[in-house]
């Protein structure tokens, strides 16, 4: 009996065709090895004959810039820490030993990893102590991040969210004495906090120096310094790619500030780590990766130094941020809201909710508006409005200029102190649909937008791009009266 099966047919055919194809690349393979080293070999024999000589002039710059970055890592080093927790488990010995033959072939991980097993009579497998009915406590030190040491005295900055789920701290200088730290205050809203250590008067800490974050260009020379993996005082070297960078671009847990991005490597535990100059000065706190790999590809940010800066004082000296606020919800102004505005580029901060009763509502700034100008600063983008307002004294009375009806507005504002964010949402919440967010007619809307006292409904505070209620052309400012499901 013949039998022919498709399956087995294709099967050997494909053997057949596989080992040919395979005969084919190997000789073909043996082959080019063989012309390419002959024209290899013809081209090194060329260039043996012609004298490669350096420009002196160009190897003086070179060499001239390697030394700066030599001399801001030895100046900088010092004043860099390596951040670690412990982590708690029990050591468990053995009671008595059983013959190799009749060891559990498994037994060698688990005295690898110093856990002991008792077997009980009836096979029964459980954790115990030791003889004396003690376990030993054990307590690796586990690297978390980097830091910086900005005072003689011992405050440390770091990032929040390397130190915020964690009890224990310890900060490792970089001669390796180690000691326990305490968290004086942590931000999560800038991800800076503020640790205190406090060694011996016969250790003299090296304080790194501040520098003014404003002054940062795109395109200068920038060197990180940190703990990547564990890795203390490792330096790495690139520019500033941008600056203005908005969290959200950057996919980092910020809120009130602007992040300055870089191509030099930061990898996890470079968190927490400077980014300075090559003056040697601080310029940034590196804080956040942009990364499929979750390693380095050359796309990092860093929280400027003059937040930190507030911060880090606010803290010391009250062990809170408390920052401005004008009470109002505001988005990043795009091509087509610039467009449709009449402003000449993209920029400002578009304002699409004001909070009853609060500073903006008082000075007259209205839903729609742009801010384009906060006490003579021109606003890049809506967490470059944030951080400005956020670090201006409460109480003081700021100008600003919105842009409104196609022309600059001059308006000044008395900063009010921004509430806890439990009142903001309660107080001012807003409901959203379809791409719209809507609130009570109040007497105050109803002056605000003149709208007669006849006209009942809610009035739409807030469109989202491209949703559906953009595309119906809803505005804010509109009184939806109805609606039919």
Known sequence: ????????????????????????????????????????????????????????????????????????????????????????????????????????????????????RERGEQGEQREQPSEEGEGRERHPMVPIGSGVIVSEDGYVLTNSHVVMRE???????????????????????????????????????????????????????????????????TVTVGVVSAVGRSPTEAGAPVEYSDLIQTDAAINPGNSGGPLCNLHGKVIGINTAIRSTSGGSVGIGFAVPINTAKFVMQQLIEKGEVIRGWLGIGIRDVDADIAREKGLSSVYGALVEEVFPDQPADKAGIQAGDIVIEYNGVTVRNMSHLQQMVGRTPVGKVVPLKIWRNGKAIELRVKIGERPKEVKVARQWRTQEWRGMAVAQLSPRIRKQYDIPQNIKGVIVVRVLGGTPAARAGIDIGDVIMRHCL
Do not use: H
């Open 1 to 116: 009996m013949t039998i022919w099966s498709r399956a087995r047919w294709t099967r050997r055919q494909w053997i057949a065709i596989g080992s040919v194809t395979l005969i084919a690349i190997v000789a073909a393979g043996a082959l080019m090895t063989f012309t390419v080293g002959k024209r290899g070999d013809y081209a090194n024999a060329e260039q043996a004959t012609k004298k490669v000589t350096i420009n002196p002039d160009a190897m003086r710059v070179a060499e001239l810039l390697e030394q700066t970055f030599v001399a801001v890592a030895d100046q900088v080093r010092p004043s860099v820490v390596s951040l670690a927790t412990k982590v708690r488990f029990r050591r468990i010995e053995r009671r008595f030993e059983m013959p190799f033959e009749f060891e559990d072939p498994f037994d060698f991980f688990r005295r690898f990893f110093e856990f002991r």
């Open 167 to 233: 009890r224990d701290i310890y900060v490792e200088l970089w001669n390796r004495l180690r000691f326990k730290a305490k968290i004086i205050g942590s931000d999560e809203f800038s991800d800076i906090a503020v640790l205190k250590i406090e060694p011996d008067k016969s250790v003299k800490l090296q304080p790194a120096e501040l520098g003014d974050s404003e002054k940062v260009r795109v395109g200068q020379w920038v060197v990180a310094i940190g703990c990547p993996f564990g890795l203390s005082q």
